[in-house]
């Protein structure tokens, strides 16, 4: 599974008004979309990714017992990247390994991108959610600290 900004990808993602949070919904036909999905969400709610160009490559394997910690240890890579690299993610593999993800990230330069919102700086575990719908998709539920 893979997403480039600008690319079609299966599924979506929005923002939900929470107090002094940001709330980000996000759903797939797999789990893989759904995370991505969910990373998507996060940095598009405060970063115009619009024309952004990955100008190095980044490597995590994650490794959760449970969905929803897999969902929470993805993004906080992400806020990891962003607070202490200065870059953020435009493009996004995802692999299953044994007992989590490989997460390739494509990253771009946080600083040539235009601010839209306030970064995230944590996940909060209040109310997160991360299942498998109804009709056989994923979907998941975060709230993040901003």
């Known amino acids: 599974m893979e997403w480039s900004e600008g690319s079609p990808l299966p599924g979506g993602h929005r923002s ?4 002094a949070d940001l709330r980000v919904e996000a759903w797939g036909p797999t789990r893989e ?9 996060m940095c598009g709610s405060f970063l115009d990714l619009a024309g952004a160009v990955g100008v190095g490559r980044r490597e995590a ?18 806020i990891y990247r962003i607070d ?3 870059e953020v ?3 996004l593999q995802l692999s299953v390994v044994r007992g989590g993800l490989r997460a390739r990230l494509s990253m771009a330069d946080l600083g040539a991108l235009p ?3 306030a970064a995230p700086k944590a996940v909060t575990l209040h109310g997160l959610t991360f299942t498998r719908g109804q009709g056989g998709g994923w979907q998941c539920s975060v709230t993040l600290d901003v």
Do not use: F, K, N
């Not at 979309?33 to 969400?41: E, I, K, T």
């Open 16 to 19: 939900v008004p929470h107090t």
């Open 33 to 41: 979309v759904c995370l991505a999905q969910a990373v998507r969400g």
């Open 61 to 78: 394997v994650l490794r959760a017992d449970t969905d929803e910690d897999l969902l929470v240890a993805l993004l906080e890579e992400v």
């Open 84 to 86: 202490t690299h200065d």
């Open 89 to 91: 993610p435009v493009d």
């Open 115 to 117: 601010v839209v919102g």
